[in-house]
Each structure stands twice: as structure tokens, then as C-alpha cells.
């Protein structure tokens, strides 16, 4: 099937309303923009007052620039995408390229150019590498080396291969140092099985990030998918991004939550912005006619490139900002990014609330990376291409008026921003240096710097470096220095404890984290450091704390680090804290349990969570007995809500408290006898129509799961669906009935389907449809009753014709597909002739989109759901558009919009969107918007269907009136 790809040189793809793309007619008479020379192009730039920007290189040096890094040497080398797109020849001919450039006169402008490599098949990034480079080129990460001293690579070496290949919008890139020595790379939304050709390991992306050790050619996943650049902070803060949401961070780190398969974490994807998704932005550029989208004008469409700036050469207020390129409209938009607690908050910055940091005039100017320069300023490759979007993308109709698609393909320019007052800081030759001088470049304000001194003293280890590096370490003025002296001596494997203990003293909390997490190489040597950072626990710095809670599941199980862990849980609502203190719980589950419990105030709420992460039958028992005793009015509200979750904790795990009443000791059997009252009393807190209806629904999602007795509660259930229960008890017993595994619950559920609102009926086939059986008695309900079968919302018609189970999908097509006109083009030809030219009435189509589109998007004030994008910038739309793409949604399918199922271990079934994934767990929005994290152990079987989430078969609910009424709405302010 045809997909839709978005991020590096997407032109203004945004997946609105229909998750497809918008074909626009070209006008009568195309008017192209003429390509500038490098001197105009570079007058046509526009940076705030008191900043020069300079062209360090131009064509014929440089052509197609994706990537920069700089080596030790001096060397600028430059990745050139020559065969974007679609190969040279347009059938896929490798053309990509690696050269360095020199500045033979040492001002930074580079005047020599040396082709180092080429033939390459879409090359993404490079990274000088010893006496190489290491360069990512689909499906392999190839090791480049002049063996010969000629300027040219002569030998190649494959390191991993297996990534994912396709359009070049979305293959893997960059490889970012970290300060552990390892390369991080993002996905790039392809994934693929990859494969180390040193050790053989082999691991599945899916919709991950990963890092790479090119020294022991270890591989692993890392938390969060980023589009086109993933990078991060002085501090090993990573960020990411998409083409239309530019920054996010990454506030979980992978590696710490596979310790704890039982820990559902919480989403560790946190917008950085104050606007999330397509934020507005300002180009200086004349605004063309588009052949797409052209709702997506002045917003953010192609976010790639990031960088945080790490150096504060441009100035202070500087350190730490985001330069976000966005190609499709000419500029680098700039954030300022500060802590917020365990993440991070960014907004734009003063003076910058209407325009952007760098933005040209010149239409053909394609910004697609930024990188911090070790000299200090602001490095951007602008790739110089008049048509920036996919061939795939453009209508036929365009590309004729087009003509050469790769118009721009023999240039290229690389753009230096700084100071207008002051020229950048010489750049020291590394590669020469000694150790001193390799230990002073650690002080430079550069991490550029800063970078490639570290790397030096890790392959070349000198002599004397590492009492330098431990003097440092501990008296260094910048504090970004003091760190990194710290992670060198790791990657020399000279870090001691005592420079980790001195460390955990630091006066600035950003060392003292990072000392922390140095600490985890020492719990085995040194146990007693334990003591150090547990003193850290009450650190006033949240992102310390976070730390603690994350690196004290390196020591062994003892009462102090126990009751340590209980105490970051106790105290901590941030949920970041909690959910790392769990991926530490296991080693210490005995003492931080007890610890919890003897502590003054903790919801048991909490000890439950607790309870359920680490497994624990003994605090599983003491919970119940707990629980149990609180039967009095103020307690029941909490009673009720812990009760609920130890039993869907009980029940995601397969097991039942009639199962643990038959294998449980006497203080279990004591414990379970004790609950017996307190399901006595939710029966009578749902049945009487005289309590709260906040304390009838909690009590209404215990019941049906005692040990006994669910007959008596089915049939109470049964009574609460009735026209008199008020929608919120109505909904929750619906929720409840979907726990009981009984044959009879669909048809309970449909007998009073005429009398159910929206709401409920939603809920109702949500858990009617939940289990394969249960899935096929709907079925065969809807097979017997057309007028039930018609009332069946579009999208749950769609996710089962195309369910995971065959028969279900096959029944599912004969019911609800007999009406629909499989010609989808027929179709749209006739709806577009009726509407076209006619005059729609707005405020029914207001009624329209919240009857049929807002479940799933929100447009402006109007609000409504987040399965697919906000359309708050929806502008312009066409009756061609709208017609072509509700009705044939599938006609173009992002990977992100493709519905997924789950089937899990206890015979239920899940569909929707993917919106996270970890190696612990992942997260299904579903179609009514409900986010279910679901374990990896709980799965059974997870797939792809192929299809859009947006439904075919909108006919039936949108006729010629109401699709003209809809047009009229979505073309007004939203």
C-alpha cells in the first residue's frame, strides 16, 4: 500500500482530517522562483540585531548538505544526500556522498573540499571515528578509512546492519556522542531488525530510537521515536522530535525500566513547547503556490535538524536553546528551553514572538540540520533545492509544471551565525594535542569541544591525563567540566569511587546527578557508597532525585535502600520519581514494602501500586487485611478505588481471588475472608439510589469479582443499566460487566441499546466487542437487528473488518460492508460533483464535525478528541480535499495512523493508535480516545492491520448536504 511519509524535506505534510494528503490543482500559470547565487542568497538571511551570518561554503565545495561534524583534525565533514530523491537516475541509483572540508587560511571559511566517499545509497549522517568515519547508509552503518593517505575511502567496513529502508524522509540518522561514550541514533519512524557484524546481536527498533558502541559493537534501544534529529544537552538530556511537533524530551531512560517487567511506566514523551504539535512560525520567504496541504502555510511541517546549542559564544541567554530547521519554510525557528522539574518547558524568546532566530527570502533555501560549531557559533546546512517534497507526494499535474525534480541538486551552502562584534574562538588541533592539552579543552565553554577532547583522551588514553582529569573533576570553575572530567575518566576506565564520592558533594546539582549515576559502576565494589547517595534522596533539585531513585536499583537488597526508595515514593508525586523508584523496586521489595506500610499517611493506593510492581504475596496479603478494615463512610471512597486496582492487577496477571483463596497460606486465607465485608458493602453502596453517584460507582467497579457470589452481582449489575441510573453509574457498570467473563454479558449489554445515549453505546461496544466471543455474539446481534448493525460508528465497523481474527473480520465484512460503495473513486467523483459550487450553512456543519469527526480531532474551541491531529489550523480547504480523503482515507497512510490490535494473555482484545512504546510496555489509544498501557507480558499477539484509523464507509453519515456544511465549518476560524 502507498504510505505517507513526513519529517526531513517534507513539504508542509501534516495528516489532517482524513490522515492523508491534499492534492491542490496548479494554478493556470506556475511561477518559479529563480535560483539565487550564494552571495544573494546570503543577503537574503535575516538574523536578529547585533548578529553577522557568513557563507563558510558554497557549490562547488559543497552539494546537498544533511549533516555536519567536525573532527579533531579540523576537518568539517559534511554528508551530501546527492541522490534525494529516489536515487540519481530516479530508479534508485546510490549517489550519496561524504567529503571534508578545510580552511587552508584558519578563519573558518572553508576554501578546501576533498570527496571522501561516494556511491553511497542515502547516506543520513557521519561521525569521525578514530582514523575514519562512521556513516549511516540504509540498510548498513559502514566504518570509512583512507588507508593510503590519499583523501579517498579505501576500505569499508559493514558495523550493523538491518536498518529499515525507504523514502529518504524517514531513515535512521545522526550519531550523536554521548557522554558514556556511546552513539545515539534516531529511528527515523523505519525501524528494522539491525544487527551487529562483531557480536551478532540483533535487535528489533520497532518505534524506537537506539545507541550504538562501535568499540565492542554492542547495540540497544533507547526510550523514544524521533524523526529527524535526536540530540541532546550538557547534562545527557536527550530530545527529539517529528515534523510537526519540533521538541520533545525524553524524561525516562530505557535502559533502567527493563529491570521491572512489572512496572507500567508512565509516558515518557514530554512536549517541551508551549504550543504542542504545528505551532505557528513566521518565514521571511514569499509564500507559492503549493501542490499540497496548503492548511499546513506558516506552521510547522518539516521540523528536522536539532540542535541544542551547547555553548554560550552568542551569549549567555543562549546556553541551552533549540534551533529547530524547518525546510519547507526557510527558517531555524529558536526555543528556550529550561528545567521544569524533572523535564522541561520551552518557550520562544523575547523579541523573537513574531519572527525567527535565522530565516531567508530566498524560496530555494532548504535548512535541514543545525549544529553548535567547536568554535562557538551557529553552524546551518541549507540543502538548496527548489522542490524539497517526495515525487510520491506530487500530483503528475505538478511535476509537469515542476519539471526537474531535482533542480538545486549541484549546490549547496553552509552558514556560520555569530556575533557581529567578536569572530568566532580558534579551533586547538586535538588530534595533536597532549594531554594537558586535551584536559584544557575541557574547560572550553564549547560541549562541541568539549566532545572531541573527550574522545581523544578515550582512544589515545596519554600519559598523565588522569590525574589532571581527577583534579579537574573536583576543582574546575564550569561546572559542564567538572561532569565531563568525570564521564572521561569512565571512558578511560580510570574512574575511582572516591572521585564519584567527592562528586556526590559537588555544590551544583547537575554534577551531583551525574555522580550519582557514576555511583551504580561502584555497588558492587563498594557498597558502602550506597550511603552517599542515599543522602541525596532529599536533594532540592527534583532531576537528583529522579536520579537516586534510578541508580539505587544497582545495589543489592538492604533495609536502608529499601526504606530509601519507600521514602522517594511516599514523598514524590511527580510521577517520573515514582516510576523510577519502581524500576528499582525489585532487589529491595521486601524492606521498601515495609517500609511503606509502617510509614504515617501513605494511600494505600500507593501500597497497592507497589504491591503489583514488585509481585510481592506477603504485602499482597497485608494490603487485602488493610483494605478490608476500612469500611467506615470516609473511607469507603478509598477502599472501593484499592480494592478496584488489586483486582484489575489480579487480573492483568491471570489470576482471580477465587484462585488465591485455593493456593494461599493462612494469612492470605485470613486476608481474603476479611474482604468479604467490604464487597458486602459496595453491594449495598451501588444498589441504593440514595448515596453520592461518585461513591456508587466506585463501589460498582469491585463487584462481580469477590469469590463468590458473582452470580448475585451480574444480576445487580444487570438492574443499573436501566434508563433510571444516572450515565456516570451507567458507564462504570458497563466498564464492570466487560471485567466478568461470562458468555451472557453482550447480550446483557445490547438489551437496552434503543434506551442508551452516545456515550454509553460507545462503552457498550467497546465491551461487547472486547473478547473474540463476545466479539462474535455482537455480531450475530448486529446480523439479526439492521437498525442496530447501522447505528455501529464508523470507526468500530472498520477495526473489525480488518480485526485480527479472520472469521470475526470475515462476518464483520458481510454486515456492515454490503452498503458501502467498495469503488471509492466512483464514489468521490459523484459526492464532488454534487457539492461542488454549493453553498454550505456553518453552524450545521459545526453539528456535523461533533456528530461525526470530533470523537477523534479537535478543531479550535470547539475541542474533542486526540486520536488524530488537532485541525486548530486548518485554513483553505477544498471541497477536492475533504471529499477525496474522507471518503477514501487509505488512500495515503501515514505509519504513525495505521490501526494496531493487541490480543492479550486474558482473552481480550485492543485496538487503536500506537502512542508509546517501551521494551517493558507499550500504549494503545483507542477510539474513544482511552490510552491503555498494556505490559509486554500480558501480550499475546500484536499486529498492524495496514489500514488508516480513519474509517471508510463515512457515506452513510455524511450525505451531499452535510459534506458541504462540513466544508463551509472547516473552512471558517477554527
Given at each position: 500500500m502507498r504510505r505517507r511519509y513526513l519529517g526531513l524535506l517534507a513539504a508542509a505534510l501534516w495528516p489532517y482530517l482524513a490522515f492523508g494528503y491534499k492534492e491542490v490543482p496548479p494554478p493556470e500559470k506556475v511561477v518559479l522562483p529563480p535560483a539565487l547565487g550564494p552571495a544573494a542568497s546570503l543577503a537574503a538571511v535575516r538574523v536578529p540585531a547585533g548578529f553577522t551570518v557568513e557563507l563558510v561554503a558554497a557549490e562547488p565545495l559543497v552539494m546537498d548538505p544533511v549533516d555536519?561534524?567536525?573532527?579533531?583534525?579540523?576537518?568539517?565533514?559534511?554528508?551530501?544526500?546527492?541522490?534525494?530523491?529516489?536515487?540519481?537516475?530516479?530508479?534508485?541509483?546510490?549517489?550519496?556522498?561524504?567529503?571534508f572540508l578545510?580552511?587552508?587560511?584558519?578563519?573558518?571559511?572553508?576554501?578546501?573540499?576533498?570527496?571522501?566517499?561516494?556511491?553511497?545509497?542515502?547516506?543520513?549522517?557521519?561521525?569521525?571515528?578514530?582514523?575514519?568515519?562512521?556513516?549511516?547508509?540504509?540498510?548498513n552503518i559502514l566504518f570509512?578509512?583512507?588507508?593510503?593517505?590519499?583523501?579517498?575511502?579505501?576500505?569499508?567496513?559493514?558495523?550493523?546492519?538491518?536498518?529499515?529502508?525507504?523514502?529518504?524522509?524517514?531513515?535512521?540518522?545522526?550519531?550523536?556522542?554521548?557522554?558514556?561514550?556511546w552513539l545515539h541514533l534516531a529511528d527515523g519512524d523505519s525501524g528494522g531488525k539491525v544487527q551487529s557484524l562483531k557480536t551478532g546481536k540483533t535487535v528489533d527498533l520497532g518505534r524506537r530510537d537506539f545507541r550504538i558502541h562501535p568499540e565492542s559493537g554492542d547495540i540497544e534501544v533507547l526510550t523514544g521515536m524521533s524523526q529527524y534529529g535526536r540530540t541532546r544537552d550538557d547534562w545527557g538530556n536527550w530530545f527529539g522530535g517529528n515534523n510537526s511537533n519540533p521538541l520533545w524530551h525524553y524524561a525516562i531512560e530505557e535502559h533502567y525500566l527493563r529491570r521491572n517487567p512489572h512496572l507500567v511506566p508512565p509516558n515518557a514523551f514530554v512536549t517541551v513547547g508551549k504550543v504542542a504539535g504545528a505551532a505557528r512560525i513566521y518565514p521571511a520567504s514569499r509564500?507559492?503556490?503549493?501542490?499540497?496541504?496548503?492548511?499546513?502555510?506558516?506552521?510547522?511541517?518539516?521540523?528536522?535538524?536539532?540542535?541544542?546549542?551547547?555553548?554560550?559564544?552568542?551569549?549567555?541567554?543562549?546556553?541551552?536553546?533549540?534551533?529547530?530547521?524547518?525546510?519547507?519554510?526557510?527558517?531555524v525557528h529558536r526555543q528556550i528551553v529550561r528545567p521544569a522539574g524533572t523535564t522541561f518547558a520551552s518557550e520562544r524568546a523575547p523579541g523573537e514572538q513574531e519572527s525567527e532566530f535565522f530565516a531567508s527570502a530566498d524560496n530555494w533555501s532548504r535548512f535541514v540540520a543545525a549544529r553548535t560549531g567547536p568554535d562557538g557559533a551557529l553552524y546551518i546546512a541549507d540543502m538548496y533545492r527548489l522542490v524539497i517534497e517526495h515525487p510520491t507526494w506530487i500530483p503528475a499535474a505538478w511535476q509537469k509544471e515542476l519539471g526537474d525534480l531535482r533542480a538545486g541538486a549541484d549546490k549547496g551552502r553552509i552558514y556560520r551565525v555569530r556575533p557581529a562584534d567578536r569572530a568566532p574562538r580558534p579551533v586547538p588541533r586535538l588530534d595533536r594535542a597532549d594531554a594537558a592539552a586535551l584536559v584544557a579543552a575541557l574547560e572550553s565553554p564549547s560541549g562541541e569541544l568539549r566532545d572531541l577532547a573527550q574522545q581523544q583522551l578515550a582512544w589515545r588514553r596519554p600519559s598523565g591525563a588522569e590525574a589532571l582529569l581527577r583534579t579537574q573533576a573536583a576543582q574546575a570553575a564550569r561546572a559542564a567540566t567538572r561532569a565531563q572530567a568525570l564521564w572521561s575518566l569512565r571512558t578511560m576506565d580510570a574512574l575511582t569511587a572516591a572521585d564519584v564520592r567527592t562528586a556526590l558533594r559537588d555544590g551544583d546539582a547537575a554534577v551531583r546527578r551525574q555522580a550519582v549515576r557514576l555511583a551504580e559502576d561502584f555497588a558492587a565494589a563498594e557498597p558502602a557508597l550506597a550511603e552517599a547517595v542515599i543522602a541525596l534522596a532529599g536533594d532540592a533539585e527534583k532531576a537528583v532525585r529522579l536520579q537516586v531513585a534510578f541508580s539505587l536499583g544497582a545495589w543489592r537488597e538492604t533495609a536502608r535502600v529499601g526504606a530509601t526508595l519507600a521514602k522517594l515514593v511516599g514523598e514524590n508525586s511527580d510521577g517520573f520519581i515514582r516510576a523510577a523508584a519502581f524500576s528499582s523496586a525489585l532487589p529491595q521489595a521486601e524492606a521498601m514494602?515495609?517500609?511503606?506500610?509502617?510509614?504515617?499517611?501513605?494511600?494505600?493506593?500507593?501500597?497497592?501500586?507497589?504491591?503489583?510492581?514488585?509481585?510481592?504475596?506477603?504485602?499482597?496479603?497485608?494490603?487485602?487485611?488493610?483494605?478490608?478494615?476500612?469500611?467506615?463512610?470516609?473511607?469507603?471512597?478509598?477502599?472501593?478505588?484499592?480494592?478496584?486496582?488489586?483486582?484489575?492487577?489480579?487480573?492483568?496477571?491471570?489470576?482471580?481471588?477465587?484462585?488465591?483463596?485455593?493456593?494461599?497460606?493462612?494469612?492470605?486465607?485470613?486476608?481474603?475472608?476479611?474482604?468479604?465485608?467490604?464487597?458486602?458493602?459496595?453491594?449495598?453502596?451501588?444498589?441504593?439510589?440514595?448515596?453520592?453517584?461518585?461513591?456508587?460507582?466506585?463501589?460498582?467497579?469491585?463487584?462481580?469479582?469477590?469469590?463468590?457470589?458473582?452470580?448475585?452481582?451480574?444480576?445487580?449489575?444487570?438492574?443499573?443499566?436501566?434508563?433510571?441510573?444516572?450515565?456516570?453509574?451507567?458507564?462504570?457498570?458497563?466498564?464492570?460487566?466487560?471485567?466478568?467473563?461470562?458468555?451472557?454479558?453482550?447480550?446483557?449489554?445490547?438489551?437496552g441499546w434503543s434506551g442508551y445515549g452516545r456515550a454509553t453505546r460507545a462503552a457498550v461496544v467497546e465491551a461487547a466487542t472486547s473478547r473474540p466471543a463476545w466479539t462474535q455474539a455482537?455480531?450475530?446481534?448486529?446480523?439479526?437487528?439492521?437498525?442496530?448493525?447501522?447505528?455501529?460508528?464508523?470507526?468500530?465497523?472498520?477495526?473489525?473488518?480488518?480485526?485480527?481474527?479472520?472469521?470475526?473480520?470475515?462476518?464483520?465484512?458481510?454486515?456492515?460492508?454490503?452498503?458501502?460503495?467498495?469503488?471509492?473513486?466512483?464514489?468521490?467523483?459523484?459526492?464532488?460533483?454534487?457539492?461542488?459550487?454549493?453553498?454550505?450553512?456553518?453552524?450545521?456543519?459545526?453539528?456535523?464535525?461533533?456528530?461525526?469527526?470530533?470523537?477523534?480531532?479537535?478543531?479550535?474551541?470547539?475541542?474533542?478528541?486526540?486520536?488524530?491531529?488537532?485541525?486548530?489550523?486548518?485554513?483553505?480547504?477544498?471541497?477536492?480535499?475533504?471529499?477525496?480523503?474522507?471518503?477514501?482515507?487509505?488512500?495515503?497512510?501515514?505509519?504513525?495512523y495505521l490501526m494496531r490490535a493487541a490480543t492479550l494473555q486474558d482473552g481480550r482484545s485492543l485496538a487503536g493508535m500506537l502512542v508509546g512504546e517501551s521494551t517493558n510496555s507499550l500504549v494503545l489509544r483507542g477510539l474513544d480516545g482511552t490510552e491503555h498501557t498494556i505490559l509486554r507480558q500480558d501480550l499475546k499477539l500484536f499486529v498492524s492491520s495496514e489500514r488508516s484509523l480513519m474509517p471508510e464507509g463515512l457515506e452513510a453519515a455524511l450525505d451531499e448536504t452535510a459534506m458541504a456544511d462540513l466544508?463551509?465549518?472547516?473552512?471558517?476560524n477554527p
Open positions: 555536519l561534524a567536525w573532527g579533531a583534525d579540523g576537518r568539517l565533514w559534511v554528508v551530501e544526500m546527492a541522490d534525494y530523491p529516489k536515487g540519481l537516475d530516479g530508479r534508485g541509483q546510490p549517489g550519496g556522498r561524504i567529503r578545510e580552511s587552508t587560511r584558519g578563519d573558518g571559511r572553508y576554501d578546501r573540499s576533498t570527496l571522501f566517499a561516494d556511491g553511497l545509497k542515502s547516506p543520513t549522517a557521519v561521525r569521525p571515528w578514530r582514523d575514519g568515519v562512521i556513516v549511516v547508509s540504509v540498510p570509512l578509512r583512507d588507508t593510503d593517505g590519499d583523501g579517498r575511502a579505501d576500505e569499508t567496513t559493514v558495523l550493523y546492519r538491518g536498518l529499515a529502508e525507504g523514502n529518504e524522509q524517514h531513515l535512521a540518522n545522526g550519531l550523536v556522542w554521548s557522554l558514556d561514550g509564500t507559492l503556490a503549493r501542490f499540497n496541504d496548503p492548511h499546513g502555510f506558516n506552521h510547522f511541517t518539516s521540523a528536522c535538524g536539532i540542535a541544542i546549542y551547547r555553548d554560550d559564544f552568542l551569549g549567555p541567554e543562549f546556553a541551552g536553546n533549540a534551533f529547530i530547521c524547518e525546510p519547507v519554510h526557510n527558517l514494602l515495609a517500609a511503606l506500610q509502617a510509614a504515617p499517611g501513605v494511600p494505600t493506593a500507593l501500597l497497592v501500586e507497589a504491591a503489583a510492581v514488585t509481585e510481592n504475596s506477603r504485602a499482597l496479603a497485608g494490603l487485602l487485611e488493610n483494605v478490608a478494615a476500612r469500611r467506615t463512610a470516609a473511607d469507603l471512597p478509598a477502599a472501593f478505588g484499592s480494592l478496584g486496582q488489586l483486582l484489575d492487577w489480579l487480573q492483568r496477571n491471570q489470576k482471580s481471588l477465587a484462585q488465591l483463596q485455593r493456593l494461599a497460606d493462612a494469612p492470605l486465607q485470613r486476608a481474603l475472608g476479611a474482604t468479604d465485608l467490604l464487597f458486602a458493602e459496595a453491594r449495598r453502596v451501588a444498589g441504593d439510589p440514595a448515596e453520592p453517584v461518585a461513591l456508587r460507582t466506585a463501589a460498582v467497579r469491585v463487584l462481580g469479582r469477590d469469590r463468590s457470589r458473582q452470580a448475585e452481582d451480574f444480576a445487580q449489575l444487570a438492574g443499573l443499566l436501566g434508563p433510571a441510573a444516572p450515565e456516570e453509574l451507567r458507564l462504570a457498570t458497563v466498564a464492570a460487566l466487560g471485567k466478568i467473563n461470562r458468555s451472557e454479558v453482550p447480550e446483557l449489554l445490547l438489551k455482537f455480531l450475530a446481534a448486529a446480523e439479526a437487528d439492521p437498525v442496530l448493525a447501522s447505528q455501529v460508528e464508523a470507526g468500530v465497523r472498520q477495526r473489525l473488518m480488518y480485526h485480527i481474527d479472520a472469521r470475526i473480520a470475515d462476518r464483520a465484512v458481510k454486515i456492515f460492508a454490503s452498503g458501502q460503495d467498495r469503488n471509492r473513486q466512483a464514489l468521490i467523483d459523484r459526492m464532488l460533483a454534487a457539492v461542488t459550487g454549493r453553498a454550505g450553512d456553518r453552524a450545521k456543519g459545526a453539528a456535523v464535525f461533533a456528530q461525526s469527526c470530533q470523537s477523534c480531532h479537535s478543531f479550535g474551541r470547539a475541542g474533542g478528541g486526540a486520536l488524530g491531529p488537532d485541525l486548530a489550523v486548518v485554513k483553505d480547504r477544498s471541497a477536492p480535499y475533504l471529499v477525496t480523503h474522507i471518503f477514501d482515507p487509505n488512500r495515503a497512510v501515514e505509519d504513525r466544508i463551509a465549518y472547516l473552512g471558517g
